[in-house]
């Protein structure tokens, strides 16, 4: 009897998990969905409705039309601002990080170079790029170190903010039980800036994707080799409207995708202690 009873009781449990899985989901992926679907019939049926010709305005089923004719175009270029995207976004993040390390160990270190980190910041990437492809020649370095400029300044003040909120206490305990500088920096403020170091890669790692277009555009290589930003150029050189959009979406279909991978990166990391990543219950 006791075992029918803690059977039913079992699966009432997987039950009212269940629902409350599938109404995550729906509270979850519903709306944007709903949006989604209304803004292409909007946009469909508006431009056929107004008349707006394809070299303006191209329709939805246009820029699918686009795709579907161009995808090995479209996916040598994805593929190519990806590689370049992911080297910069790696390089603002390695370099970053240690970059904030070293400025959190030295009051004096920090005062003195991250002024300079600003003024980097401060200056359009228009405006040193063609500086950068004058040093290391156009193509791939240029690209990668451009979207590197862009991704690096995020990465280093959230990863500064973070060290330097770690909590004084913590601190102090360890001075008390003699910890060294490095040990206090590993042990306790590295893992107290996750969180930080998480938003930061969640800002970087789009803009990695903007930086490498903005670099295509100025250090770009043609043929096979160029990405996004020099397909871009190129459709609208030749008014291929419709797959002008296609790229277009194209790049910011990859800045959600590296958006969701450092997002689920955030879910694993963070999950199970921190606030912003904790479940709660509705």
């Known amino acids: 009897m006791e075992n029918a009873q803690t059977k039913q009781l079992e699966v009432k449990s997987e039950t009212v998990k269940a629902k409350k899985v599938n109404l995550q989901f729906l509270q979850t992926w519903l709306p944007p969905i709903i949006a989604l679907v209304l803004f292409i019939a909007i946009w469909q049926f508006g431009a056929l409705l107004m008349q707006i010709p394809p070299y303006i305005l191209p329709k939805p089923t246009d820029v699918l039309s686009a795709t579907v004719e161009n995808w090995d175009r479209l996916w040598a270029s994805a593929s190519t601002t990806i590689l370049e995207s992911v080297l910069g976004f790696v390089f603002s993040v390695f370099i970053g990080v240690s970059a904030a390390i070293v400025m959190a160990s030295s009051k004096i270190l920090e005062r003195s170079l991250y002024p300079y ?45 973070g060290l330097n909120a770690t909590d004084r206490g913590m601190m102090d305990l360890m001075s008390l039980y003699h910890a060294s500088k490095w040990q206090i920096m590993w042990k306790i403020r590295i893992p107290a800036a996750l969180p930080y170091i998480i938003a930061g890669l969640k800002i970087s790692c789009t803009l990695a994707i903007i930086g490498a277009i903005v670099g295509e555009y100025i250090a770009g290589i043609g043929g096979g080799d160029g990405g996004l930003g020099y397909a871009i150029t190129v459709a609208s050189t030749t008014m291929e409207i419709p797959y002008l959009f296609a790229c277009g979406i194209a790049a910011s279909l990859l800045g959600i995708i590296f958006f969701l991978l450092v997002n689920l990166l955030s879910k694993m990391l963070l999950g199970s202690w921190h606030e912003s990543e904790m479940k709660k219950d509705s």
């Open 117 to 161: 980190a600003i003024l980097l910041q401060t200056i359009p990437i228009v405006a040193i790029a063609p500086i950068i492809v004058i040093w290391f020649g156009s193509g791939m370095n240029a690209i990668v170190i451009i979207a590197f400029t862009i991704g690096f300044f995020p990465m280093l003040s959230n990863t500064l903010i």
